[in-house]
């Protein structure tokens, strides 16, 4: 099949807001596809190709830009090939090799079919085909149940080789899909709640957890094989040596973990974010031990525990790794689920999880029976531009640049204001038309893309933190940032300043971010974290 196929439906998906509209042309698309090209079909409209990330960010695409074809020839497959010789392309002299093959690649697509790949390659592709949409996708093409096609993604962690089967194959063979110690499965996620009894009263009788500022880990152990995967599934096992040695000593012969790995400070705190995830680089230098705590057992010794409720999966997992098992109390009370959530916070983590002591383990999920709980920061940031938006945006400035202001000139003029992120979350419809007047209306210059604005306009934030970025003045990057409202009581010169900003980074609230993460999110709502 050609790939503009996929490139318009991808089209028509993201300019509907409509789930079942996007369901219904999804799955048109998934009956006329060849079976082979189901599962790179499934991974391109997710922006999850195969090949994962291939190392091109937004400057590897400007470097490649050149003039399009003038008609679509380019097949699913060709693509495809073309990523696959990006992933193998390593040593010396391998950087022109990849522009070379990217060149040529975009040499032969349309217009139209450049913006898609692009997309694809940086992570970038706002379709709105989500997993979640492309799965009920999968159940329309192939006549399954949805929660059978569900179940199968979940355990097997490959959302195109499930499309592939549940299409192709029998409801027999889509049911024989199980748990298999030593491959991933997708994590179970958590909704969100302003407050621990606020969850409570959602949960009832639930494990009030720590929420841990650390790097998700899943662990799987047969016999003495160990391997560890990300919340992505990616494979870091030879990165964590001190995380096997502790699951080689449990007293188990099978096993599958759901945790967190982080680093600790001589008192047993948490040390800042980076410090943990600088361990995960590939050619970092294991300065740091990593500490895993596990709040989840999802098999042990042949017996699968999905389906056993929480309170179940709490005693194996006492029973097998005591002394790393995240901290948290059982209860129904709400005064003790806010004494747990103090005790979080005051020891330093990020806050609490409130977990029903009822519920089964639904990978991949985000529903009410995981409940996390966290204080939300916010700050009066200044607008210095807008982005056009796409899709039903398109017509809309969209997507806000964000300054913070420098009173002192540290990073800048003094009194002028540093660049500290982007969004586009949080807008509603009608604080998009607001702003898309307001702002041409105090417009200084623009481009194709971006109206820049005199910085006068004043914007309440909420974010999740910060993190360290060398793509801003400022050395810092916001968190998950999204809009709470503008402050129309507020002057550019009351706005929060960058180094308000940057002594985040002493707290648990800073991250570390890589060059090459900060370059591949480019033009993101929020960093990379």
């Given at each position: 099949?050609?790939?503009?196929e996929?490139v318009r439906?991808?089209?028509?998906?993201?300019?509907?807001?409509?789930?079942?509209?996007?369901?219904?042309?999804?799955?048109?698309?998934?009956?006329?596809?060849?079976?082979?090209?189901?599962?790179?079909?499934?991974?391109?409209?997710?922006?999850?190709p195969?090949?994962?990330?291939?190392?091109?960010?937004?400057?590897?695409?400007r470097?490649?830009?050149?003039?399009?074809?003038?008609?679509?020839?380019?097949?699913?497959?060709?693509?495809?090939?073309?990523?696959?010789?990006?992933?193998?392309?390593?040593?010396?002299?391998?950087?022109?090799?990849?522009?070379?093959t990217?060149?040529?690649?975009?040499?032969e697509?349309?217009?139209?079919?450049?913006?898609f790949?692009?997309?694809?390659?940086?992570?970038?592709?706002?379709?709105?085909?989500l997993?979640?949409?492309?799965?009920?996708?999968?159940?329309?093409?192939?006549?399954?149940?949805?929660?059978?096609?569900?179940?199968?993604?979940?355990?097997?962690?490959?959302?195109?080789?499930?499309?592939?089967?549940?299409?192709?194959?029998?409801?027999?063979?889509?049911?024989?899909?199980?748990?298999?110690?030593g491959?991933?499965?997708?994590?179970?996620?958590?909704?969100?709640?302003a407050?621990?009894?606020?969850?409570?009263?959602?949960?009832g009788?639930a494990?009030?957890?720590?929420?841990?500022?650390?790097?998700r880990?899943?662990?799987h152990?047969?016999?003495?094989?160990?391997?560890?995967?990300?919340?992505?599934?990616?494979d870091?096992?030879?990165?964590?040596?001190?995380?096997?040695?502790?699951?080689r000593?449990?007293?188990?012969?099978d096993?599958?973990?759901?945790?967190?790995?982080?680093?600790?400070?001589?008192?047993?705190?948490?040390r800042?974010?980076?410090?943990t995830?600088?361990?995960?680089g590939?050619?970092?230098?294991?300065t740091?031990?990593?500490?895993?705590?596990?709040?989840d057992?999802?098999?042990?010794d042949?017996?699968?525990?999905?389906?056993?409720?929480?309170?179940?999966?709490?005693?194996?997992?006492?029973r097998?790794?005591?002394?790393?098992?995240?901290?948290?109390?059982?209860?129904?009370?709400?005064?003790?689920?806010?004494?747990?959530?103090?005790?979080?916070?005051?020891?330093?983590?990020?806050?609490?999880?409130?977990?029903?002591?009822?519920s089964?383990?639904a990978?991949?999920?985000?529903g009410?029976?995981?409940?996390?709980?966290?204080?939300?920061?916010?700050?009066?940031?200044?607008?210095?531009?807008?982005?056009?938006?796409?899709?039903?945006?398109?017509?809309?400035?969209?997507?806000?640049?964000?300054?913070?202001?420098?009173?002192?000139?540290?990073f800048?003029?003094?009194g002028?204001?540093?660049?500290?992120?982007?969004?586009?979350?949080?807008?509603?419809?009608?604080?998009?038309?607001?702003?898309?007047?307001?702002?041409?209306?105090l417009?200084?210059?623009?481009?194709?893309?971006?109206?820049?604005?005199?910085?006068?306009?004043?914007?309440?934030?909420?974010?999740?933190?910060?993190?360290?970025?060398?793509?801003?003045?400022?050395?810092?990057?916001l968190?998950?940032?999204?809009?709470?409202?503008?402050?129309?009581d507020?002057t550019?010169?009351?706005?929060?300043?960058?180094?308000?900003?940057?002594?985040?980074?002493?707290?648990?609230?800073?991250?570390?971010v890589?060059?090459?993460?900060?370059?591949?999110?480019?033009?993101r709502?929020?960093?990379?974290?």
């Amino acid at each position: 099949m050609l790939l503009d196929e996929i490139v318009r439906t991808s089209e028509a998906v993201a300019t509907t807001r409509s789930r079942l509209a996007k369901v219904n042309e999804l799955a048109g698309l998934l009956r006329r596809l060849d079976p082979e090209d189901i599962p790179t079909a499934v991974g391109l409209l997710a922006a999850k190709p195969r090949q994962g990330r291939v190392g091109i960010g937004w400057s590897g695409m400007r470097a490649a830009k050149v003039e399009s074809a003038p008609a679509p020839h380019l097949t699913i497959a060709d693509l495809d090939a073309a990523l696959d010789r990006l992933l193998a392309a390593a040593g010396a002299g391998s950087t022109v090799d990849r522009a070379a093959t990217l060149r040529t690649l975009m040499a032969e697509a349309t217009e139209r079919e450049q913006a898609f790949i692009a997309g694809v390659l940086v992570g970038e592709l706002r379709t709105g085909a989500l997993e979640g949409v492309l799965t009920d996708a999968i159940a329309r093409a192939a006549g399954r149940p949805i929660e059978a096609v569900r179940r199968a993604a979940m355990l097997s962690g490959d959302l195109g080789g499930t499309a592939l089967l549940a299409i192709t194959g029998t409801p027999a063979q889509l049911s024989a899909v199980g748990l298999v110690v030593g491959r991933p499965v997708q994590p179970m996620l958590a909704a969100t709640a302003a407050s621990a009894s606020e969850a409570l009263e959602a949960t009832g009788e639930a494990s009030v957890e720590y929420k841990l500022d650390g790097a998700r880990i899943q662990v799987h152990r047969a016999n003495d094989d160990v391997r560890i995967f990300t919340r992505t599934l990616a494979d870091v096992t030879h990165r964590l040596p001190e995380v096997v040695e502790v699951v080689r000593g449990l007293p188990v012969r099978d096993v599958i973990l759901d945790g967190e790995t982080l680093a600790l400070d001589e008192d047993g705190g948490p040390r800042p974010f980076q410090e943990t995830m600088s361990r995960f680089g590939a050619d970092a230098a294991r300065t740091t031990l990593l500490h895993p705590w596990f709040f989840d057992v999802l098999h042990i010794d042949g017996r699968d525990l999905l389906d056993e409720p929480l309170s179940t999966r709490i005693g194996v997992l006492e029973r097998i790794a005591p002394g790393h098992r995240i901290p948290g109390k059982i209860t129904g009370d709400a005064a003790v689920a806010e004494k747990v959530s103090h005790d979080a916070l005051a020891a330093g983590h990020e806050g609490v999880v409130v977990k029903a002591v009822g519920s089964t383990y639904a990978a991949g999920r985000r529903g009410s029976n995981w409940i996390k709980v966290k204080p939300v920061l916010t700050y009066d940031l200044v607008v210095l531009a807008c982005e056009w938006g796409s899709g039903r945006r398109t017509g809309l400035l969209s997507n806000l640049h964000l300054g913070a202001l420098d009173p002192d000139g540290e990073f800048g003029e003094p009194g002028g204001y540093v660049m500290v992120g982007k969004t586009f979350k949080g807008l509603t419809d009608s604080l998009l038309q607001w702003q898309t007047k307001r702002f041409q209306e105090l417009e200084v210059r623009r481009t194709a893309g971006t109206v820049w604005t005199q910085p006068v306009t004043v914007v309440e934030i909420a974010i999740d933190g910060v993190q360290h970025s060398p793509r801003y003045p400022g050395g810092i990057a916001l968190r998950f940032a999204r809009v709470r409202r503008y402050r129309d009581d507020k002057t550019a010169a009351e706005a929060d300043t960058i180094q308000t900003l940057r002594a985040l980074l002493h707290t648990p609230r800073g991250r570390e971010v890589s060059p090459r993460s900060a370059e591949s999110d480019s033009g993101r709502d929020a960093p990379l974290s």
